[in-house]
Nanobody, 120 residues
Framework: QVQLVESGGGLVQTGGSLRLACAASGSSFSINAMGWYRQAPGKQRELVATITSVGITNYADSVKGRFTISRGYAWRTAYLQMNSLKPEDTAVYYC??????????????WGQGTQVTVSS
């Protein structure tokens, strides 16, 4: 299986920046797409950004122009650069990988989440 661990969350003031990282470990795999999602207290988990295996990106309207999703070598890391942060960006951020194990079935893995808090 593929295990994911997020890092880089924290407390930042309005207008500040954070860079989240997602580290993937475990079995060798090919990726279909990875994404960043977030869940604020009392709200459903929502899509923030996705990137496909060929680099096509998609962003929620609320973060377009402020957030950038990217990948590292061999998809062993992925990133979410967050600029011009707003209090409404406060949430737990999760990374998600969907793909195929090289010697196994398809997978859909989630990390444990990292807290992002933006103070006003």
């Amino acid at each position: 299986q593929v295990q994911l661990v997020e890092s880089g969350g924290g407390l930042v003031q309005t207008g500040g920046s954070l860079r989240l990282a997602c580290a993937a470990s475990g079995s060798s795999f090919s990726i279909n797409a990875m994404g960043w999602y977030r869940q604020a207290p009392g709200k459903q988990r929502e899509l923030v950004a996705t990137i496909t295996s060929v680099g096509i990106t998609n962003y929620a309207d609320s973060v377009k122009g402020r957030f950038t999703i990217s990948r590292g070598y061999a998809w062993r890391t992925a990133y979410l650069q967050m600029n011009s942060l707003k209090p409404e960006d406060t949430a737990v951020y999760y990374c998600n990988y969907r793909g195929q194990l090289l010697r196994g079935p398809s997978f859909d893995s989630w990390g444990q989440g990292t807290q992002v808090t933006v103070s006003s």
